[in-house]
């Protein structure tokens, strides 16, 4: 009884806490508040006075550069990760004959091992080809049929406009409380996809689908960016590779798994919205692979204990049709993507090592530490 009574008081000292910290925000005396700024002047002055400072002597930091990374906060340690990884990205765009405001071709590059900046060179990661204005135009029709699904599909689509990694978390178990290192991962991998396909989108400049009929009328605000690739199949795909990854370091993609099988509804909900194409799927799932593949590669020598290496892959849209008719996406297609049936794709299989990223990589290592640890 004791026990259970002094269980009670910390139950109830807990909700008290919780409940004045509350209050406190509620009350304009947070910790960026005016009223708390004003109280902690008032505070110092009362017990220090006006005493000469006395300074202790300093120590030199007994922390090595990813155990000091861990100790930033959240936006600044993905911040310095994010500067890691991107500073080995470039890019180079192939433009039509004779010349369109668009690139026909964008490819992603990136940088080759060595250590001097000065003397840098690249290799592709990914190359995505834009397809034509009548491919659009044609594929238009696709999206009329995929509106019935719209009211099926709503709650997916809606929160998917902001969340993905809930629904990878509702597959493997990588809670909060058990995997932060793990959704730290995710998190900054979907950001790093971002910045790639943005800047994929903007070079090729390809319309959205109701720019091409007023009968579209999608479900959902339609971006002002550019369509192809899909930003969300990107980050999709680029999710579901590395958790593969995480699980088995040589996974392949497996297009009927639940990971991949999710990147598929993920990216067709963004059809089923009227605000993409097939085609910016199929091409967001290869760049998205891709770069999936690259992070775990730039990670694995601290996470695996092994260079990574990753290949090249390349989509095409001007080829992504059935005999001239629109073509759809799903994972059956994505299926033969991956296995080299289709012409629109391919996957090299000539793979070169990539440089190292050691403080992207520590965050990798915790994550492979965490799912090792899962039944515990």
């Not at 930003?231 to 392949?252: K, R, Y």
């Not at 091409?283 to 092994?306: D, E």
């Not at 005999?323 to 299926?335: K, T």
Request: net charge neutral.
């Amino acid at each position: 009884m004791a026990v259970l009574n002094a269980q009670n008081a910390q139950n109830a000292q807990n909700a008290q806490n919780a409940q004045n910290a509350q209050n406190a925000q509620g009350g304009g005396i947070g910790p960026g508040s005016t009223l708390m700024a004003a109280a902690l002047i008032r505070t110092r002055e009362a017990i220090a006075g006006t005493e000469q400072i006395q300074p202790v002597a300093g120590q030199a930091s007994g922390l090595d550069i990813t155990a000091r990374l861990e100790r930033l906060d959240d936006i600044d340690r993905e911040a310095v990760m994010a500067g890691e990884l991107l500073e080995d990205i470039s890019f180079s765009a192939t433009g039509y004959d004779p010349a369109e405001n668009t690139a026909r071709t964008i490819t992603v590059l990136r940088r080759k091992t060595g250590t001097n900046p000065l003397k840098a060179s690249y290799t592709e990661l990914a190359a995505i080809t834009r397809p034509g204005l009548d491919d659009f135009r044609q594929a238009a029709t696709l999206i009329g049929s995929y509106a019935e699904l719209r009211s099926d599909r709503a709650a997916e689509t809606q929160v998917q406009t902001q969340h993905l990694v809930p629904f990878f978390a509702a597959i493997l178990p990588i809670e909060a409380s058990r995997a932060p290192a793990t959704l730290e991962m995710l998190d900054l991998a979907q950001d790093m996809a971002t910045f790639v396909v943005m800047r994929v989108k903007l070079n090729l400049g390809c319309p959205r689908p109701p720019q091409f009929s007023d009968r579209i009328q999608p479900m959902i605000a339609c971006p002002s960016h550019a369509s192809l690739p899909s930003g969300h199949a990107t980050q999709a795909f680029t999710l579901a590779t590395i958790l593969a990854l995480l699980q088995d370091p040589d996974a392949g993609v497996a297009s009927d798994s639940q990971l991949y099988r999710l990147a598929c509804r993920i990216s067709i909900n963004r059809t089923v919205a009227g605000v993409h194409f097939p085609a910016d799927s199929a091409a967001g799932a290869v760049l998205g692979i891709q770069l999936g593949r690259y992070l775990a590669a730039r990670a694995r020598k601290s996470a695996f204990g092994s260079a990574g290496e990753v290949g090249r892959g390349d989509f095409d849209g001007t080829l992504f049709h059935d005999s001239g008719q629109p073509r759809d996406f799903h994972y059956a297609i994505l299926n033969q993507m991956v296995a080299g049936a289709d012409p629109s794709t391919s996957f090299s299989t000539g793979a070169a090592r990539v440089r190292p990223a050691p403080l992207w990589g520590s965050l990798c290592k915790r994550a492979v530490a965490e799912w090792g640890q899962r039944w515990s």
